[in-house]
Nanobody, 129 residues
């Protein structure tokens, strides 16, 4: 059973930075990609970034390009989302999810509903003066 646990959320001022972590247990090659998605109350879950463990291919939604960086540390079974120059519209609950790369890419790019195999419980990010 794959388990995901996010951490690193918090309150930050506009222009500030946060680093989110997603610790992964028992991830197999069948679910060898991680996506970060976010959700605000009353809205659908929105894709943010994704990484393919096979070749470290990454994807970013347009609104975070140049500000967010997704990376992984195999030794720690962790995927990171480094967020810089945060804006108020980045405020949301951030989730990491695992599945095959093709599925993760479709969901994070908005071409499919957010129905991935495994999800964490989320971490709250609030960007406010």
């Amino acid at each position: 059973q794959v388990q995901l646990q996010e951490s690193g959320g918090g309150l930050v001022q506009p222009g500030g930075s946060l680093n989110l972590s997603c610790v992964i247990s028992q991830l197999t090659m069948n679910y060898a990609a991680i996506g970060w998605l976010r959700q605000v109350p009353g809205s659908e879950r929105e894709g943010v970034a994704a990484i393919n463990f096979a070749d470290d291919t990454t994807y970013y939604t347009n609104s975070v390009k140049g500000r967010f960086t997704i990376s992984r540390d195999n030794t720690k079974n962790t995927v990171y989302l480094q967020m810089k120059n945060l804006k108020s519209e980045d405020s949301a609950v951030y989730y990491c999810a695992a599945d095959r790369w093709s599925a993760v890419l479709k969901v994070v790019s908005g071409r499919a509903a957010p129905a991935l195999a495994y999800w964490g419980r989320g971490t709250q990010v609030t960007v406010s003066p």
